[in-house]
């Protein structure tokens, strides 16, 4: 077994499932691997088992890069699972278990590269400052946002990050596409809450608090946003015209995301907001009109429009539904045009000549919006050639999730010409 997926194993039988036991033993794992790798590691736990690991790898510029990833996962049910969710098994080339893809792949890769570095004797370009954090499939409250308003020292000098979910191989006819991502939908987790008149089940209804909330969610529910293409957005459909071939209907891209499949699912949700209601609470008894009813909806934005969606969210509602936030992020972006970005793109293609960048949007969030509040520009940038058929998206938070080891071993290659230092004389790829 390679070593990357030896490490990929290793964490993923790590139970680190959010809400649960914690982060802790993955953590103290990850420090082991970089203080064998000759990296000082610094850990830090906001609250009992909640623990995150940043190192600093000196490289030849002080300008430092920053390589994050998130520790926990989200919950998996065994018995829905052909193999157990936290065995780490290897079977028909994959590494299976959760956090396979999301991320403990990814992290496997970044410790990968850095042991082999140490063996080797090889520096980093620029300063790397490597992030393992935990509690990124919540808030980031334990995890990314204690980090930078905490410990903000750590990452000094850091002007990029690279994390997921970008990198990863998408096969079209006569293509490869790689998605590389510059930025991700806003996040606008939202508590809604109607009040009314309690009263008997029996008696004709005065102010339904249930009632209120249904008519509230269902109007959000019915909503069609409309299509805002943002630059990024743009940048992608001309590059898909492009690879492709032919041209990319703008005014009807829903049925075009349907007609280019794997290629139409890197846009089909990043072309308008979104608003999924997902929990309700109410009442405690079938006879009795319960005063107030709660709702949690999932909000997404499009950079630059979370005004445009909270004016929409708020006229939907109504006045008599009321919202807060259970967590509101920006919509984070970072630049196409800069040589960063253009070096991404490069290490993609030394790997596989036949690879085809393109920019990208995220439809989820990460851990990028975080550091992008303290002036870090994220890239989803984590190198995955995939097994033509195997539904990357379909693997985030699903059943079965598992990543090709030769997926992995790619992955290190390319992070290893992406950020090394070349040899003297030598141009970078």
Not at 62 to 69: N, S
Request: include cysteine; charge should be negative.
């Amino acid at each position: 077994m390679s070593e990357v997926a030896r490490i990929c194993s290793d964490l993923i039988r790590f139970d680190t499932t959010n809400p649960g036991p914690g982060e802790r033993p993955a953590a103290e794992y990850v420090a082991g691997l970089l203080s064998d790798a000759g990296v000082e590691p610094v850990v830090f736990e906001p609250a009992p088992h909640r623990t995150s690991v940043v190192a600093r790898i000196p490289g030849d510029s002080p300008e430092a890069l920053l390589v994050h990833g998130h520790l926990d996962v989200v919950p998996a049910e065994p018995a829905d699972w052909r193999i157990h969710p936290f065995s780490g098994e290897v079977a028909g080339g994959c590494v299976w278990g959760r956090g396979a893809v999301d991320m403990k792949g990814t992290l496997a890769m970044t410790l990968a590269l850095v042991l082999g570095w140490a063996r080797r004797g090889v520096r980093p370009g620029r300063d790397l400052v490597l992030a393992f954090l935990a509690d990124e499939e919540a808030t980031g409250e334990y995890g990314a946002r204690h980090a930078v308003t905490r410990h903000r020292e750590l990452f000094d000098g850091c002007t990029e990050a690279i994390s997921e979910s970008g990198g990863y191989s998408v096969q079209a006819p006569g293509a490869r596409i790689y998605p590389v991502a510059v930025g991700e939908r806003g996040t606008a987790w939202m508590r809604l809450t109607a009040r009314g008149v309690a009263g008997h089940g029996s008696r004709p209804p005065v102010d339904n608090a249930v009632a209120e909330l249904c008519h509230a969610l269902s109007r959000l529910a019915a909503h069609r946003w409309p299509v805002r293409l943002t630059p990024a957005v743009e940048a992608l459909l001309s590059s898909l015209e492009e690879i492709l071939g032919e041209r990319v209907d703008r005014d009807r891209l829903e049925a075009e995301a349907d007609r280019l499949g794997p290629a139409g699912a890197l846009f089909r949700a990043q072309i308008r907001n979104s608003a999924n209601p997902t929990m309700l609470e109410a009442g405690y008894k079938v006879n009795v009109v319960p005063g107030s009813a709660v709702a949690h909806v999932d909000g997404r934005f499009l950079p630059g429009l979370r005004e445009e969606f909270l004016e929409t969210v708020d006229r939907l509602l109504g006045p008599k539904v009321t919202r807060e936030f259970v967590n509101l992020e920006d919509a984070p972006s970072a630049p196409m045009d800069s040589p960063f970005y253009d070096g991404l793109c490069a290490a993609l293609r030394a790997e596989d000549p036949d690879a085809r960048p393109v920019p990208y949007v995220m439809s989820g969030g990460t851990d990028a919006k975080s550091f992008a509040g303290i002036g870090i520009a994220g890239y989803g940038f984590a190198p995955l050639m995939l097994t033509p058929g195997l539904d990357y998206h379909g693997m985030f938070h699903g059943v079965d999730e598992r990543v090709p080891v030769e997926g992995l071993e790619f992955g290190v290659r390319v992070l290893d010409r992406l950020l090394a230092s070349p040899p003297a004389g030598a141009a970078s790829p």
